[in-house]
């Protein structure tokens, strides 16, 4: 039995073994980990797919390795140990945009046409008897002299069988794409990557970028590239909310939970996307059309000892403080373990980033695509205020508000503001009481809740 | 001495050396075929796949023969004339070969005939009648084969001691034989001598007879062996041999006696051993294996950059055409054609009566390497073609990849199961489905009807067989 890299996420097509947990010849039970995957995501395991014994192990930590492709074989206790058909492919790089078109369809069609041709970047052959993928022994001559792996072709034919019609679009594919590349970076001014010796002007050491700082990279490049930025600034009062987590705080942490300035912000921005729809919502960029979403889903910037990861708060505006607290805390813990699942990353509607207990003023986050706004909260602290008429000191927040222009115009963002600092101050004593039964069915959910995310 | 050029040497002139110096000059070569028997062809020619079917043919002949006054048909016993046997099937053989070396001429493949030995990795000695001939080339392919193993044990310099080579030039019919090995081999020359009359006992050191092939795939071959020979001994190992005045006295454990018995002659069929000895490969970079096997990539390179090795030399499969497959492997990679061996489906044959054939994945394989299959099994009893000669002692078999209905695998017994297994090559190696085979129209009465029907019968409407209730036992009564 092989063991694959299986579909990870969506838009995830590789990852890196980062380490190894079993040897050739040790015996395995089901489900128990194999080996450990950095995806550019998070770090996923890989379990057993059954009770035997690891007859043979296809990479070694640091490989890089696509989905679908063979990492080890298992055979059944008593059975004699198994060739894996097929080594793990090398993946492609650098990853091709998702935008790149898939092949245009060929110039003769079959009457009845009923498969389209997918996009074969992400294209991978699966077979559970792991055997190559159906093709002609010509077809799969002229692919060995070619150097194609037919593994990435998908087969038009009945059983997914390659014919030399999809062997032609997945060249002409692969030729289309590498024009698209070249002819984007010229438009784009780009110029090619130059080596400097900076050790010129003194000692230097060099360290290979992690997959992380890889797809931060490009993700904040790509957003910067195309989004028109524009950042609303402000100060909000948080003397009343302060007064109102005063009184709160110790009953929550009795409660076993940490009652903390974000935690009030979810809210309050929950609220305030609720009266500004457009701050919740998505360009498609493909069909020109405005996506609103009827649902709150924050994402919470965590700064990690490997670089930034932003967790995902799932029907924000389905949960009270409490439950927020503790989801909260325990996202940010596994996040900055590297535990997340790919479910826990995946399906922001709009994101915050704190820096508060850094420190600093005003920033100027960068919107993270396809969201279309991002909250920015610098360091509170007591400032001088004026109120009614007379200068006196308040506890303010400077917040920062970036967002998409192409869909949001100045006068939006400053209302959003507006009424998010309102927000903040609004909060009241029915928010915050903990009902004693409520209490205890929140401090039963959770840790089952956590539980079964754990397992996945 | 005689110093000569070439581009390509193939030393050994068996199916994949004369395949390969053809081909080589296919592609404009200048090539030399070393051969050190005096006629081209080696085993498989002349002591092995075609003896033993011409044998096979005439063995056949007097079952046939005998087995058919139910048809109302009789004949008086059999008259066989040894000699005259000898000289048809030698016949076959000198046909053959001329015809391999006519072809050899119209291609310029200059055959050079003497025992080749490596001087180095670029010069080969050969000794031959005229003296030595020192051939400098640029590329070499071995195909040099393999020959029967004779343990030291049983190597008495008796001649009543034979392998299949002396065993195909039947010097007599011996009263008692006794065949060491289940093996193909064994199992084809052991019909051969119980159809011309001999009392023939098999020993099989493992569970079973013809190892390796699916159980429901041998179990007619079984049934005739049980009826055609005398026993069949399994888990039996010979301890001896002794030579006892005109008989061979063998001493051997089964079942946890030890026994001893005479025999008139005795054909042990224990495997194959490669020729990779005395012929200078230590001169070269070709490295061996364990069992003295040349080592080779996917593309019949060995670990010499100038020298390929194919066919039994090379190890894997020793059949003659997986050696005419390396040919062309060899040959299109030495003239610059990228070829692997890859995902190549290698058929196998076994000329029992009733003959038995598979190709892909077998049963036995995906249970032992957990792949989950389904297989589909079409009984003989249900084909009109096989109930018009009597032969419904046959099954055919799809192994089949559930996910995509693709044909994973084709294993067959029954007569003249060699022949059908080829569109079970084809099939794998399209990567058809169930459904296309189901589809393509098979003529009728014939025996590749079954293939049509077993691919129909997964999809549960074969006309002349009836699904059991659950799809997934697969089992089918006949009509």
Same mark, same amino acid.
Request: charge should be neutral.
């Given at each position: 039995?092989?063991?694959?890299?299986?579909?990870?996420?969506?838009?995830?097509?590789?990852?890196?073994?980062?380490?190894?947990?079993?040897?050739?010849?040790?015996?395995?039970?089901?489900?128990?980990?194999?080996?450990?995957?950095?995806?550019?995501?998070?770090?996923?395991?890989?379990?057993?797919?059954?009770?035997?014994?690891?007859?043979?192990?296809?990479?070694?930590?640091?490989?890089?390795?696509?989905?679908?492709?063979?990492?080890?074989?298992?055979?059944?206790?008593?059975?004699?140990?198994?060739?894996?058909?097929?080594?793990?492919?090398?993946?492609?790089?650098?990853?091709?945009?998702?935008?790149?078109?898939? !092949?245009?369809?060929?110039?003769?069609?079959?009457?009845?046409?009923?498969?389209?041709?997918?996009?074969?970047?992400?294209?991978?052959?699966?077979?559970?008897?792991?055997?190559?993928?159906?093709?002609?022994?010509?077809?799969?001559?002229?692919?060995?002299?070619?150097?194609?792996?037919?593994?990435?072709?998908?087969?038009?034919?009945?059983?997914?069988?390659?014919?030399?019609?999809?062997?032609?679009?997945?060249?002409? +594919?692969?030729?289309?794409?590498?024009?698209?590349?070249?002819?984007?970076?010229?438009?784009?001014?780009?110029?090619?990557?130059?080596?400097?010796?900076?050790?010129?002007?003194?000692?230097?050491?060099?360290?290979?970028?992690?997959?992380?700082?890889?797809?931060?990279?490009?993700?904040?490049?790509?957003?910067?590239?195309?989004?028109?930025?524009?950042?609303?600034?402000?100060?909000?009062?948080?003397?009343?909310?302060?007064?109102?987590?005063?009184?709160?705080?110790?009953?929550?942490?009795?409660?076993?939970?940490?009652?903390?300035?974000?935690?009030?912000?979810?809210?309050?921005?929950?609220?305030? #996307?609720?009266?500004?729809?457009?701050?919740?919502?998505?360009?498609?960029?493909?069909?020109?059309?405005?996506?609103?979403?009827?649902?709150?889903?924050?994402?919470?910037?965590?700064?990690?000892?490997?670089?930034?990861?932003?967790?995902?708060?799932?029907?924000?505006?389905?949960?009270?403080?409490?439950?927020?607290?503790?989801?909260?805390?325990?996202?940010?813990?596994?996040?900055?373990?590297?535990?997340?699942?790919?479910?826990?990353?995946?399906?922001?509607? +709009?994101?915050?980033?704190?820096?508060?207990?850094?420190?600093?003023?005003?920033?100027?986050?960068?919107?993270?695509?396809?969201?279309?706004?991002?909250?920015?909260?610098?360091?509170?602290?007591?400032?001088?205020?004026?109120?009614?008429?007379?200068?006196?000191?308040?506890?303010?927040? !400077?917040?920062?508000?970036?967002?998409?222009?192409?869909?949001?115009?100045?006068?939006?963002?400053?209302?959003?503001?507006?009424?998010?600092?309102?927000? #903040?101050?609004? +909060?009241?004593?029915?928010?915050?009481?903990?009902?004693?039964?409520?209490?205890?069915?929140?401090?039963?959910?959770?840790?089952?809740?956590?539980?079964?995310?754990?397992?996945? | 001495? @005689?110093?000569?050029?070439?581009?390509?040497?193939?030393?050994?002139?068996?199916? *994949?050396?004369?395949?390969?110096?053809?081909?080589?000059?296919?592609?404009?070569?200048?090539?030399?075929? @070393?051969?050190?028997?005096?006629?081209?062809?080696?085993?498989?020619?002349?002591?092995?796949?075609?003896?033993?079917?011409?044998?096979?043919?005439?063995?056949?002949?007097?079952?046939?023969?005998?087995?058919?006054?139910?048809?109302?048909?009789?004949?008086?016993?059999?008259?066989?004339?040894?000699?005259?046997?000898?000289?048809?099937?030698?016949?076959?053989?000198?046909?053959?070969?001329?015809?391999?070396?006519?072809?050899?001429?119209?291609?310029?493949?200059?055959?050079?005939?003497?025992? *080749?030995?490596?001087?180095?990795?670029?010069?080969?000695?050969?000794?031959?009648?005229?003296?030595?001939?020192?051939?400098?080339?640029?590329?070499?392919?071995?195909?040099?084969?393999?020959?029967?193993?004779?343990?030291?044990?049983?190597?008495?310099?008796?001649?009543?001691?034979?392998?299949?080579?002396?065993?195909?030039?039947?010097?007599?019919?011996?009263?008692?034989?006794?065949?060491?090995?289940?093996?193909?081999?064994?199992?084809?020359?052991?019909?051969?001598?119980?159809?011309?009359?001999?009392?023939?006992?098999?020993?099989?050191?493992?569970?079973?007879?013809?190892?390796?092939?699916?159980?429901?795939?041998?179990?007619?071959?079984?049934?005739?062996?049980?009826?055609?020979?005398?026993?069949?001994?399994?888990?039996?190992?010979?301890? /001896?041999?002794?030579?006892?005045?005109?008989?061979?006295?063998?001493?051997?454990?089964?079942?946890?006696?030890?026994?001893?018995?005479?025999?008139?002659?005795?054909?042990?069929?224990?495997?194959?051993?490669?020729? /990779?000895?005395?012929?200078?490969?230590?001169?070269?970079?070709?490295?061996?294996? %364990?069992?003295?096997?040349?080592?080779?990539?996917?593309?019949?390179?060995?670990?010499?950059?100038?020298?390929?090795?194919?066919?039994?030399?090379?190890?894997?499969?020793?059949?003659?055409?997986?050696?005419?497959?390396?040919?062309?492997?060899?040959?299109?990679?030495?003239?610059?054609?990228?070829?692997?061996?890859?995902?190549?489906?290698?058929?196998?044959?076994?000329?029992?009566?009733?003959?038995?054939?598979?190709?892909?994945?077998?049963?036995?394989?995906?249970?032992?390497?957990?792949?989950?299959?389904?297989?589909?099994? &079409?009984?003989?009893?249900?084909?009109?073609?096989?109930?018009? &000669?009597?032969?419904?002692?046959?099954?055919?078999?799809?192994?089949?990849?559930?996910?995509?209905?693709?044909?994973?695998?084709?294993?067959?017994? *029954?007569?003249?199961? *060699?022949?059908?297994?080829?569109?079970?090559?084809?099939?794998?190696?399209?990567?058809?489905?169930?459904?296309?085979?189901?589809? /393509?129209?098979?003529?009728?009465?014939?025996?590749?009807?079954?293939?049509?029907?077993? %691919?129909?019968? &997964?999809?549960?409407?074969?006309?002349?067989?009836?699904?059991?209730?659950?799809?997934?036992?697969?089992?089918?009564?006949? /009509?």
């Amino acid at each position: 039995m092989d063991v694959r890299v299986p579909q990870l996420a969506e838009g995830v097509t590789s990852g890196t073994v980062v380490s190894l947990l079993v040897k050739e010849g040790e015996s395995v039970k089901k489900e128990q980990t194999l080996l450990e995957l950095e995806t550019n995501k998070a770090v996923a395991t890989i379990p057993s797919p059954g009770e035997g014994t690891i007859a043979k192990i296809l990479v070694s930590e640091g490989d890089e390795v696509a989905v679908g492709s063979v990492l080890m074989s298992l055979s059944a206790d008593g059975a004699a140990p198994v060739e894996a058909s097929q080594p793990a492919a090398a993946v492609p790089s650098p990853s091709a945009p998702a935008s790149i078109p898939a !092949p245009a369809a060929a110039v003769q069609q079959s009457p009845v046409q009923t498969t389209t041709v997918q996009a074969p970047v992400t294209y991978q052959y699966q077979s559970l008897a792991g055997s190559p993928p159906p093709a002609s022994p010509s077809i799969r001559k002229m692919a060995f002299q070619l150097g194609i792996d037919l593994m990435r072709v998908k087969g038009s034919e009945n059983g997914g069988r390659i014919v030399l019609e999809d062997v032609k679009n997945y060249i002409q +594919f692969l030729q289309a794409k590498a024009f698209s590349e070249t002819g984007s970076s010229a438009a784009s001014g780009t110029k090619p990557a130059k080596t400097v010796d900076f050790s010129k002007w003194g000692e230097v050491s060099r360290k290979k970028m992690s997959r992380l700082r890889r797809t931060i990279s490009e993700q904040m490049s790509d957003c910067w590239r195309t989004i028109p930025h524009v950042t609303q600034f402000d100060d909000a009062s948080l003397d009343a909310l302060m007064k109102l987590r005063k009184k709160y705080v110790e009953d929550y942490k009795k409660a076993g939970a940490s009652l903390t300035v974000t935690t009030f912000v979810l809210k309050a921005v929950v609220d305030t #996307l609720k009266k500004h729809p457009i701050f919740n919502a998505s360009i498609d960029e493909a069909t020109d059309e405005v996506v609103y979403k009827e649902y709150y889903n924050l994402g919470i910037a965590v700064d990690t000892d490997q670089g930034l990861i932003v967790p995902v708060i799932r029907n924000v505006d389905r949960k009270n403080l409490f439950e927020l607290s503790l989801e909260l805390a325990d996202l940010a813990a596994r996040t900055r373990d590297r535990k997340v699942s790919m479910d826990d990353l995946q399906g922001a509607s +709009f994101t915050i980033s704190n820096q508060g207990g850094i420190g600093g003023t005003h920033f100027t986050p960068i919107v993270n695509k396809p969201e279309v706004a991002i909250l920015g909260l610098g360091k509170g602290g007591i400032k001088p205020v004026v109120k009614d008429g007379k200068i006196t000191t308040g506890l303010t927040m !400077p917040v920062a508000l970036s967002y998409d222009h192409r869909l949001i115009d100045g006068g939006s963002a400053a209302r959003f503001m507006t009424d998010f600092c309102l927000a #903040l101050q609004n +909060f009241t004593d029915a928010d915050l009481k903990l009902t004693g039964s409520k209490q205890s069915s929140q401090k039963k959910a959770s840790p089952n809740k956590s539980k079964k995310r754990g397992k996945k | 001495m @005689i110093n000569i050029e070439t581009e390509v040497v193939v030393v050994g002139a068996g199916p *994949g050396g004369y395949a390969a110096a053809f081909y080589a000059a296919d592609h404009g070569k200048k090539v030399i075929l @070393i051969e050190r028997d005096e006629r081209l062809g080696g085993v498989c020619l002349n002591r092995g796949c075609i003896p033993s079917k011409a044998l096979l043919h005439a063995a056949k002949l007097i079952s046939e023969a005998k087995e058919s006054s139910f048809r109302g048909i009789e004949f008086a016993e059999p008259k066989i004339n040894l000699d005259k046997m000898r000289e048809w099937k030698n016949s076959i053989i000198t046909k053959l070969s001329q015809g391999i070396a006519s072809l050899g001429q119209r291609r310029n493949v200059e055959v050079i005939y003497g025992r *080749g030995y490596f001087e180095g990795n670029d010069t080969i000695r050969v000794e031959t009648s005229e003296g030595q001939k020192f051939i400098k080339y640029q590329k070499a392919i071995i195909a040099v084969g393999s020959k029967p193993a004779l343990p030291a044990a049983f190597d008495l310099g008796n001649p009543r001691i034979m392998t299949s080579t002396e065993a195909l030039e039947i010097e007599e019919i011996p009263q008692k034989l006794l065949v060491v090995g289940g093996g193909y081999i064994g199992m084809e020359l052991g019909t051969v001598y119980a159809s011309m009359g001999s009392e023939v006992t098999m020993v099989e050191a493992m569970d079973s007879i013809l190892m390796g092939a699916d159980p429901d795939l041998i179990r007619p071959v079984k049934d005739y062996a049980a009826k055609a020979f005398k026993e069949v001994r399994t888990k039996a190992k010979v301890l /001896s041999m002794a030579t006892q005045k005109k008989q061979i006295s063998v001493k051997m454990e089964h079942e946890g006696k030890a026994t001893e018995e005479l025999y008139d002659r005795v054909l042990v069929s224990v495997g194959r051993v490669p020729n /990779s000895d005395d012929m200078g490969l230590e001169n070269t970079k070709v490295q061996l294996d %364990a069992k003295k096997f040349i080592q080779v990539n996917d593309r019949c390179q060995t670990s010499d950059p100038n020298i390929c090795a194919i066919g039994d030399i090379a190890g894997g499969v020793l059949l003659a055409h997986k050696a005419a497959k390396e040919a062309r492997i060899a040959v299109e990679n030495i003239v610059g054609e990228a070829s692997t061996s890859k995902d190549v489906i290698i058929p196998a044959v076994v000329f029992t009566d009733p003959e038995v054939a598979w190709c892909g994945l077998t049963e036995t394989e995906a249970k032992q390497k957990g792949i989950e299959v389904k297989s589909v099994k &079409f009984p003989w009893s249900a084909s009109g073609r096989a109930l018009t &000669f009597d032969r419904t002692d046959g099954l055919t078999k799809l192994v089949i990849e559930p996910e995509t209905d693709r044909i994973l695998g084709v294993g067959i017994v *029954g007569h003249g199961a *060699g022949e059908l297994i080829s569109e079970g090559v084809l099939a794998v190696e399209m990567g058809a489905t169930a459904k296309d085979l189901a589809e /393509s129209v098979h003529p009728h009465p014939t025996l590749s009807e079954t293939l049509m029907e077993s %691919a129909e019968l &997964f999809y549960g409407y074969a006309t002349h067989a009836v699904m059991r209730r659950r799809p997934s036992e697969t089992s089918v009564a006949a /009509s």
